[in-house]
């Protein structure tokens, strides 16, 4: 490893634990809960699974926005998330305060495609993201994307850098 900050850091996601732990030269830095899918584990395009593997953070979105700013196709709506706008949309996916967009490594695993059809991560559109304050963590119940409370999604975003490399692990 290097010191260039993204091959020195790395993210673990643990399905069964619920966690997502920020090791920094090897060292946990930061443990945070999570919330992944409630369908369980996949890479099948259209599975609502979270998918295993190795991975890195593609892209960064939302740096300059406030808190529990809501987010569709990436793009910042204009509106703050608060209890009353849930109610008013309660079907709705929430993506919230941060976003960071993740990008498959094994070709036919977590990228591009295999005998079952499309398996990319990133175009699968799987995110570690914030979500409301009244979601649960620690219960899978996401469409595939990894869940966090708001503030530590903002905490992990100032932490690392695109090209972070990420692991999903069933265990």
Not at 64 to 85: D, K, M, Q, W
Request: hydrophobic share 35%; net charge negative.
């Amino acid at each position: 490893m290097t010191d260039n900050g993204n091959l020195t850091t790395q993210i673990v996601i643990s399905i069964a634990q619920q966690t997502l732990t920020v090791y920094r030269r090897q060292k946990v830095i930061a443990e945070y809960p999570i919330s992944t899918a409630k369908n369980g584990i996949g890479s099948q395009q259209d599975s609502g699974c979270t998918p295993l593997g190795q991975h890195i953070i593609a892209e960064k979105i939302g740096g300059n926005a406030p808190s529990h700013t809501v987010f569709i196709g990436r793009i910042a709506t204009g509106e703050i998330y608060n209890a009353e706008l849930g109610a008013l949309n309660p079907k709705r996916d929430w993506i919230l305060s941060r976003i960071l967009w993740l990008s498959g490594l094994e070709e036919g695993f977590n990228k591009g495609s295999n005998s079952q059809g499309g398996c990319d991560t990133y175009h699968r559109y799987i995110y570690i993201h914030g979500t409301p304050d009244s979601e649960p963590m620690s219960v899978p119940l996401s469409h595939g994307c990894i869940r966090m409370r708001n503030q530590d999604i903002i905490e992990l975003f100032e932490q690392i850098e695109e090209g972070t490399a990420v692991n999903i692990i069933a265990q």
